[in-house]
T-cell receptor, first 113, second 114 residues
Framework: LAKTTQPISMDSYEGQEVNITCSHNNIATNDYITWYQQFPSQGPRFIIQGYKTKVTNEVASLFIPADRKSSTLSLPRVSLSDTAVYYCLVGSYSGGGADGLTFGKGTHLIIQP | DSGVTQTPKHLITATGQRVTLRCSPRSGDLSVYWYQQSLDQGLQFLIQYYNGEERAKGNILERFSAQQFPDLHSELNLSSLELGDSALYFC?????????????FGPGTRLTVL
């Protein structure tokens, strides 16, 4: 199953757009890409999920190129409250197994004033 | 509020002891997942149950066991506790069994082993 690679940390400033890229070179045909956000001492929270091209919701956009070997989470106009750890996961609705449930260490995003 | 409840919120115990953590999933969700989060290890998947049956297994130690009951609540049992077992333990639930199903996380149980 696909393994994901993300940057360990990123810094940005309030009002900027932040893009976090996740690599998943071995993504399978049935796999979806899901992003979660986690604040300290809280459980992760679902942000967005996609299969291909672009998905947008009220908090983020997810860009997935045609080869689906990577994906980019885009957070528009970030604020201090977006400081959190962001996780990229890859897995299928029909699949089972632990690989699709591997959160790893995620990307620690720090937003400065 | 995700709708997932975990008890207790905090637990302090001694090495060698056994504890039980409890999780109630969101109404209607059939899958329950357990995770361990310590400072240096990130969020580690332990085990998943779907409708009472074990569905997927991660890095769960033999000293740890879990089960999901007919009313769909789940318990994680940790025995012969060691200092290194001190961590936040999260439970999550989802409607279906697939590993990419959106998971809703509870507030966690903070376990401290002295």
């Amino acid at each position: 199953l696909a393994k994901t690679t993300q940057p360990i940390s990123m810094d940005s400033y309030e009002g900027q757009e932040v893009n976090i890229t996740c690599s998943h070179n071995n993504i399978a045909t049935n796999d979806y890409i899901t992003w979660y956000q986690q604040f300290p001492s809280q459980g992760p929270r679902f942000i967005i999920q996609g299969y291909k091209t672009k998905v947008t919701n009220e908090v983020a956009s997810l860009f997935i190129p045609a080869d689906r070997k990577s994906s980019t989470l885009s957070l528009p106009r970030v604020s201090l409250s977006d400081t959190a750890v962001y996780y990229c996961l890859v897995g299928s609705y029909s699949g089972g197994g632990a690989d699709g449930l591997t959160f790893g260490k995620g990307t620690h995003l720090i937003i400065q004033p | 509020d995700s709708g997932v409840t975990q008890t207790p919120k905090h637990l302090i115990t001694a090495t060698g002891q056994r504890v039980t953590l409890r999780c109630s999933p969101r109404s209607g969700d059939l899958s329950v997942y357990w995770y361990q989060q310590s400072l240096d290890q990130g969020l580690q998947f332990l085990i998943q149950y779907y409708n009472g049956e074990e569905r997927a297994k991660g890095n769960i130690l033999e000293r740890f066991s879990a089960q999901q009951f007919p009313d769909l609540h789940s318990e994680l049992n940790l025995s012969s506790l060691e200092l290194g077992d001190s961590a936040l333990y999260f439970c999550a639930s989802s409607p279906r069994q697939g590993d990419t199903d959106t998971q809703y996380f509870g507030p966690g149980t903070r376990l401290t082993v002295l």
